[in-house]
Nanobody, 122 residues
Framework: VQLQASGGGLVQAGGSLRISCAAS????????EGWFRQAPGKEREFVAA????????YYADSVKGRFTISRDNAKKTVYLQMNSLKPEDTAVYYC????????????????WGQGTQVTVSS
């Protein structure tokens, strides 16, 4: 599985942005997908995850109610809709894929995308 994240950019606080993660491979439905982020000087942290068929979603407390993860299995793409963005959301966002993961546990994921930069100005 190869993952390609895109859609990052610069947005003002309070604004919205949708980032995407396109996957290759025939068994996309089998994979749980997650978004993680890493800000400069900080450790990578879990943001959101979605199960293979989209039945279950998980969110970090810091983004709950503002971010929405979704997937389109026909397009082999996972999305992260980010609303009410804050400067502290500034980070490189990475998508990841794995099977039978604990959603918040980064090392459970087998495949990682290259990251897309999201910058929120105050």
């Amino acid at each position: 599985v190869q993952l390609q994240a895109s859609g990052g950019g610069l947005v003002q606080a309070g604004g919205s942005l949708r980032i995407s993660c396109a996957a290759s491979g025939r068994t996309f439905n089998n994979y749980d997908e997650g978004w993680f982020r890493q800000a400069p000087g900080k450790e990578r942290e879990f943001v959101a995850a979605i199960s293979g068929y989209g039945g279950s979603t998980y969110y970090a407390d810091s983004v709950k109610g503002r971010f929405t993860i979704s997937r389109d299995n026909a397009k082999k793409t996972v999305y992260l809709q980010m609303n009410s963005l804050k400067p502290e959301d500034t980070a490189v966002y990475y998508c990841a894929a794995g099977t039978s993961v604990v959603p918040t546990r980064g090392h459970d994921y087998n495949y990682w995308g290259q990251g897309t930069q999201v910058t929120v100005s105050s």
